[in-house]
């Protein structure tokens, strides 16, 4: 299997972390001409997205669409829970991450930089996030997995995307985004540890500092 | 079961749809209050939006989850494709129909009057919601059916976001937005006879144009 995407996106860092959990081999390439919106990769995913799996005649993008798809494809070691009520508020969790903690994330990176923010937009985008992360963490059951007493396909998720919690609402003076959510808060630092996780949100770190270096 | 959400929701509709192919009985309910961000709703569904299914003790906001949930526990008959490959593609479909499509459209509701019309934000809104349609278009297998030969979660999905689409870009002087994508305009025409999805979308526009009139 071939994995298209750098390790600092989120949406890649949730693909590696089911991979790494399943211990599933793979090769993992940056788009072809190095961005996601270039000529080559749009000929692969038109969307212009990462991450892309390539599995034999399938190529796939949409990390959610393609854990799923792993999960469907190689079960063992299971990420979905088995009962019905507990896989539903696993990806219940997912969804929340996606849409309500990542998509509201969307509209304030073009705010990070204080010389040039549009200040009402920058309020009503961290007003959202904040509002994302306090439904993010009523919907989790655990300090130590999101649901239930095992690592869920939500773990693979949601750490990535508060690693960009934390990214970004320090560009708004904010270091610790997740301290009047104690549970989350726990979670993060336990998922930090993590052996699975842990060492996929440090190649987010590690891979992050390096774009942001390279940019100047 | 219950189903809280009016018919005119392309997410209830997506759920209706589903509920109907399977022939399971549920009753549907407004949220307690009349509007989604009641506080009465919102002690069901924290998110205050439509549609949450309640289902014993289990109580399930975000249409994709219910739709998974359902096919979980009432899987016959199945609206999962056995093939893998075929249900990653349909899962697809409706992740690039819920992100790229019904996404594209909710920066454009505050723009459909043209008196009020932010004119730079309205075509940025259109030309992001035209590339979604292409995207959804090109992933798409047939005119008939979104995925293989036979209906899956996916036709519970998209044609409901297709109503929105014609209701939204018709503000903008388009009146045939599909025209240019005759697979996904052959489909729309499909859909809407089909045995199943036609009732359902039938519902949603007596249902909208009731919500519209007592708006004024």
């Known amino acids: 299997m071939k994995l298209y995407g750098a390790s600092f996106s989120p949406f890649v860092a949730r693909v590696r972390t089911l991979l790494a959990f399943k211990g599933l081999d793979y090769q993992q390439e940056l788009p072809p001409g190095g961005l996601p919106k270039s000529p080559d990769y749009l000929k692969i995913n038109p969307i212009g997205k990462v991450p892309t799996l390539v599995d034999g005649d399938l190529i796939l993008p949409e990390s959610e669409v393609i854990c799923e798809y792993l999960e469907d494809t190689r079960p063992e070691p299971a990420l979905r829970p088995a009962d019905p009520a507990a896989r539903a508020r696993s990806r219940l969790v997912n969804r929340v991450a996606d849409l ?12 990070l930089n204080p010389a040039t923010r ?22 989790m059951e655990g300090e130590e997995f999101a ?7 939500a773990d693979c998720a949601v750490p990535p995307i508060l690693f960009f919690v934390h990214y970004v609402m320090s560009h708004f003076g904010d270091h610790e985004p997740l301290r009047d959510l104690p549970k989350l808060d726990a ?7 993590h052996p699975v996780c842990g060492p996929v949100l440090d190649e987010m770190d590690t891979t992050f500092k390096a774009m942001l270096a390279s940019r100047g």
């Not at 649901?147 to 396909?153: F, R, Y």
């Open 187 to 193: 979670y993060w630092v336990n998922m930090s540890r």
């Open 100 to 111: 309500y903690v990542m998509g509201a994330m969307f509209p304030l990176f073009p705010q």
């Open 147 to 153: 649901v239930g007493g095992a690592m869920t396909m």
């Open 118 to 139: 549009d200040k009402a937009a920058a309020e009503a985008g961290v007003a959202a996030l904040r509002a994302g992360l306090g439904w993010l963490d009523g919907f």
